[in-house]
């Protein structure tokens, strides 16, 4: 069975930064093009970034270009996301995605992770 | 950026009753649409992808339709558990982007 657990959310002031981890289970994780999905309280669903199978390969929402960073481990079957510079507007719970084989569909998903920027 | 349309925003329908949810794109995505069921504190599952494939394990009264920039989510006979909120989203072009949702309540 696919699971994907997400950690490392919480309550951070403007400007801060933090780590989301995504650790994978029950797929090769080293096959698979993975994502980080966003969604703001009540609203709607945003993606935030993709990664190809090593690393090598990444793409942002224009949002995120520039603060937040998409990385993995394939030795761990981890998915990281580092965030800088956050802003009230990144409040929202992310979901770690994994794509349905190269296809940037969303097959499987984990439970999410509260991030709250406030002061 | 390609903008996704969805309407109606919300759609109040009793179980048994067929339901049809639209999704307008800004500029043609061909058949790379997919659509995703999220039901309140849960999150989403992919029902459809490339306009028209059922996901694995999603009933047959599920079924997608369209291309270019006119999609069609139709739920033949609705169920209790089909009650949520359905999003379009597409890959025809980066950044990947998803619709506002549309909302399926019981009447």
């Known amino acids: 069975e696919v699971q994907l657990v997400e950690s490392g959310g919480g309550l951070i002031q403007p400007g801060g930064s933090l780590r989301l981890s995504c650790a994978a289970s029950g797929f090769t994780f080293s096959s698979y093009w993975m994502h980080w999905v966003r969604q703001a309280p009540g609203k709607g669903l945003v993606w935030v970034s993709h990664?190809?199978?090593?690393?090598?390969?990444?793409n942002y929402a224009d949002s995120v270009r520039g603060r937040f960073t998409i990385s993995r481990d394939n030795a761990k079957n981890t998915l990281y996301l580092q965030m800088n510079s956050l802003r009230a507007e990144d409040t929202a719970v992310y979901y770690c995605?994994?794509?349905?084989?190269?296809?940037?569909?969303?097959?499987?998903w984990g439970q999410g992770t509260l991030v709250t920027v406030s002061s | 950026e390609i903008v996704l349309t969805q309407s109606p925003a919300t759609l109040s329908l009793s179980p048994g009753e067929g339901a049809t949810l639209s999704c307008r794109a800004s500029?043609?995505?061909?058949?790379?649409l997919a659509w995703y069921q999220q039901k309140p504190g849960q999150a989403p599952r992919l029902l459809i992808y490339?306009?028209?494939n059922r996901a694995t394990g999603i009933p047959a009264r599920f079924s997608g339709s369209g291309s270019g920039t006119d999609f069609t989510l139709t739920i033949s006979s609705l169920e209790p558990e089909d009650f949520a909120v359905y999003y379009c989203q597409q890959r025809s072009r980066w950044p990947l982007t998803f619709g506002g949702g549309t909302k399926v309540g019981i009447k």
């Open positions: 990664i190809n199978v090593d690393g090598s390969g990444t």
């Open positions: 995605v994994r794509d349905l084989k190269t296809t940037n569909w969303f097959d499987s």
């Open positions: 500029q043609s995505v061909s058949s790379y």
């Open positions: 490339d306009a028209s």
